[in-house]
């Protein structure tokens, strides 16, 4: 019940636009690492996971600089620093922290999490603002550093992506 009001919440939260695919995602981008930041301060891994979500965005903000120019971080729009998608990634890293660590028992809300991190990269796609190998490179950073645990505050590191079956 929990993980539905969540996703009910992250819904209501989209803005009125003229394209609301990608005004979606944008509001993924946000919302899903914020329910799974709010999620981690009631389990008392805050420290750990606001730890994992500055180095994955790190990571992407330095693999920005670094390859543009590059033809693999040019935009559909031609504009550079497309790779890779950090929209993507931000919304991997709470999906994936979301299924793996707070909805456990729960494979139909870390469906739904993932789901709505997919559409987020579509979104990019759609809206012309990346093309598929950046928006797979960023769902792979955060889907990486959102399942990680590196163990700050915890027993010991682990890597868990929910969804059991």
């Known amino acids: ?95 994936s922290d979301l299924a793996g660590k707070c909805f456990k028992d729960q494979p139909e809300a870390g469906l739904a999490a993932y789901s709505a991190a997919g559409l987020t990269g579509w979104s990019r796609i759609h809206a012309g603002e990346h093309t598929s190998q950046q928006v797979w490179t960023g769902a792979l950073i955060g889907f990486s550093f959102g399942a990680a645990s590196f163990g700050i505050g915890t027993d010991g590191a682990e890597f868990s992506v929910g969804m059991r079956f």
């Open 1 to 95: 019940m929990r993980a539905i009001a969540i996703c009910c919440a992250l819904g209501a939260a989209l803005p009125a636009a003229a394209d609301p695919f990608e005004e979606f995602g944008t509001a993924m981008k946000y919302g899903l690492p914020l329910a799974a930041a709010v999620c981690a301060n009631k389990q008392d891994r805050l420290e750990d996971f606001a730890v994992r979500g500055v180095l994955q965005a790190a990571l992407v903000w330095g693999m920005k600089e670094f390859f543009d120019g590059q033809p693999i971080s040019r935009r559909p729009s031609g504009e550079g620093k497309g790779f890779p998608s950090g929209h993507t990634a931000a919304a991997f890293f709470g999906a």
